[in-house]
Every structure is written in structure tokens, then in C-alpha cells.
């Protein structure tokens, strides 16, 4: 089996787990799995990370109703595409490299495209697959801002397409287990969040042309880091039942820019929900200069606590805490493992969506990433840091 949980003894025990929205049936095994065939669009730092684990075989993670082919690769150029099958997709001649992202836009041989270019080019990368018809993955930060957002998801709807905001983090199994035991009620309400990720980017070694530092591609910490930390608060607190769906009450923001280019460099803010069922906080930072700590994120509630280890976007182990008053009753630790690095999740999760014709996932539909934007927007709002004129294509 795929994954496993280890509890505090160390006992291991093997359970098999079903991912995604739909589950995996007894029908399923009884035909042929889905083909999702995909265009990826750049040949940056993540595409290579994503394609080496949509490569890994499905029936790894005890998935065998959906496979994905990837068959064709876009660049800014072909030789960038070339190489990058050569490296990533085992030289796979199978698939077309293109010295264009509109070649892949155009190829009838792709169903759905990955987009893993810089932040500000995620609404044009995203709108021109769209109007080809293709489903799409779009990588973090969706876009620049919830205008943005909003427009696409008014394309994807008008051209009847698939979307989806590639927040991994959000579709791996550990994150499907701390959701359930979230909302069984077995810890009683979430009262308290805080969750960090932070990164020693060394940036004064860095040029100001790289994404992180330059403006003008939506650098900073908030847009980059800041989508890990928010989405276990939308997950622990939004997602919750007793919030009923409910957006945030109160956000409150800081943000401290470096000099070297003025993007944030350390950003803290704070997420109520209260406005229905719910009366809880998130306390959520990111950082540039600074390394991340073990303990990503605290969630805690009326009879105890989660706490999920680093690295918060693709945590391999969390630890619950039952709590009678102050005293700690019980305490269990649970470990996941599978092949591949946390990547392919999300996209089975996008095959099924596809091949059950749904426009949006369940798992991370595309409200929570109209109030992850929204979030961004009202933080660099009180923070004062506005993109340079032309770089947010919606306002
Ligand atoms: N999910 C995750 O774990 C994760 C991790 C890191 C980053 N990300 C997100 O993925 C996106 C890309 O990050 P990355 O670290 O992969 O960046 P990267 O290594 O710089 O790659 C970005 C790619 O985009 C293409 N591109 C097109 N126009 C560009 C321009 N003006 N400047 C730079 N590159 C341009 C380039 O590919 P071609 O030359 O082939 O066109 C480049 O290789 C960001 O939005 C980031 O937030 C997600």
C-alpha cells in the first residue's frame, strides 16, 4: 500500500486511502483508466518538478483510474523544450516541443495545460489556453490579483473549461487525513491557527531580474510563500462546516520591504472568521531572509491540537494532541509516504474532474481561490505595495 500511518508507539499499520473528489470505485477497476493528455507550458524550476512526478506510475499511490501522458512541452524556446524532454520526460519523441506556449495552445493532442511561468503572466498564459479550449492547471499565486481571477474564471466558464489553482498541498493524502479529523468534531471547534513558511533566499546574492525580487513578475514573499501558510487556514477554518462558507471577518496585514528592490521581504497577517458558526484566528507569516522552523503549523481547537511538521507545503508527518483541560490525554503521530514528491496528486485530481466533466474541483474550488486573492489584495492594500503600472492585466 502507499501510504502509511505510524502512531506514537511505532506500531506501522497499512491503509489504503482514496484521493480525490470522486474516489475510486469498484467500477473503476473494471475499465480502462482515463488518459489525461497534457501541454506544459514553460521549462522553469517547477514544470521540471511537476512533470517528473506526473511520469511516476500512478498504481504507485494505488491510482488506477486515471494516467496522464504528457504530449507536448512550450518554451520561449524550442531548444529549452527539447531539453527539457530529454531531462524530464526521458526523451519521450513522442512528445512535441514547441518554441511557443501557442503551439501548445493549438496542438489537438492536449487536453489540458500546466502553467508554470512567473506569477504576472499566469492571467495571459491561462486566458489564451482557455480560449484554445483546454483545461487548466495553473500554478500559485493564481493570479496577481482577485480581478484577475475573476475574468478567467468568466473565460473558463464561457469556453467550458476545467480550472484549477495548483495548490498541491491541498489534494495530498496527509492534508485529506488533518481535514477529516478536523471536521469529525473529535477536537472540538478551531479556535487558533498559526502556520509560517519562510526561506533564506539569500537575496542580495540574487539578481533583481529573479522573479522573487523583481516586481514587475510579482516578486516578494506574500504572492510566492504566502499561498502555504493561507491555504491550511482556509483549509482548517474557511473549509470548516461551522463557518458555512463564510469569508474572512477581518483581514489584517504588515508587510517589510527590502531596500534592493522594494518587494516584501517579511510579511505577518491575520485571518478572522467569525462572521457565521465560526470564531477563530489565523496568524500566517512568510518570509525571504529568514529559514523555515519544524513546526509549520499549529492548529488549535477546544480538546486539542495539530500540529503538522516542514515543510508546510508537502508535510510528511503531523501529530495530534487530546487534550482534557491542560492535560495531554492521548498523542498520535502519523507518517505518510509514497513515490514521487507530492506533485501528482493534484493531478489526478484534475484527470477525474476532467473526465467527469466538472468545471472546478471540489477540493480546492475556485471560491477558495477568490478568497485566497481577495486575502492578497487587502495585504498588499495595507501594506502599500502596488506592482508597477501595466503588471496587473485586470483591475
Ligand atoms: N507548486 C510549487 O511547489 C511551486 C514551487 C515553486 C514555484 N511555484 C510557482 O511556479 C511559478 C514559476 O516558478 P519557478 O520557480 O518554476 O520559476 P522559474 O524557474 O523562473 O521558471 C519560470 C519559467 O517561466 C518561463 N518564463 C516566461 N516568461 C518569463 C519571464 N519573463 N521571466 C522568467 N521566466 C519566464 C520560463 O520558461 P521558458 O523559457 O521555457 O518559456 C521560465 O523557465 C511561480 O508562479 C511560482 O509561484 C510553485
Known sequence: MPYMWISCNNQPQYI??????????????????????????????????????????????????VVHKVTAVGSRSVQSAQKFITEYAKGD??????????????????????????HTLHYENALDAIKAKKHVLCEKPVTTNAAELRSLLAAAKEHGVFFMEALWTRFQPLTLEVKKISESGVLGA???????????????????????????????????????????????????????????????????????????????????????????????????NVHGHQTGVVIRYEKGTIAIAAPIYCPKSFTVQYLEGDKVTKEETRRFEYVGNGWHFQADEVARCVRDGKSESSLWGHDKSLVEMGIFDEVRRQGNYKFPPGVEKVV
Open 16 to 65: 489504503p486511502v482514496c484521493i480525490g473528489s470522486t474516489g475510486v470505485t469498484a467500477a473503476d477497476y473494471m475499465t480502462q483508466p482515463f488518459i489525461l493528455r497534457w501541454g506544459i507550458i514553460s521549462t522553469g524550476r517547477i514544470a521540471n518538478c511537476f512533470v517528473t512526478d506526473l511520469l511516476v506510475d500512478p498504481k504507485t499511490r494505488n491510482v488506477t483510474d
Open 93 to 118: 519523441q513522442s512528445i512535441k516541443a514547441y518554441g511557443s506556449y501557442a503551439g501548445v495552445y493549438a496542438d489537438p493532442n492536449v487536453n489540458a495545460v500546466y502553467i508554470g511561468t512567473p
Open 190 to 288: 478551531p479556535l487558533a491557527l498559526q502556520a509560517d513558511l519562510s526561506d533564506n533566499f539569500q537575496i542580495d546574492k540574487l539578481p533583481k531580474t529573479h522573479r522573487i525580487l523583481d516586481p514587475a513578475l510579482g516578486g516578494g514573499a506574500l504572492l510566492d510563500l504566502g499561498p502555504y501558510p493561507l491555504i491550511w487556514a482556509i483549509l482548517a477554518l474557511y473549509e470548516h462546516p461551522a463557518n458555512q462558507g463564510a469569508a474572512p471577518s477581518n483581514v489584517s496585514g504588515t508587510m517589510l520591504k527590502t531596500p534592493l528592490t522594494g518587494v516584501d521581504r517579511n510579511t505577518s497577517f491575520t485571518v478572522t472568521f467569525a462572521e457565521r458558526g465560526l470564531a477563530a484566528q489565523a496568524i500566517l507569516s512568510c518570509n525571504l
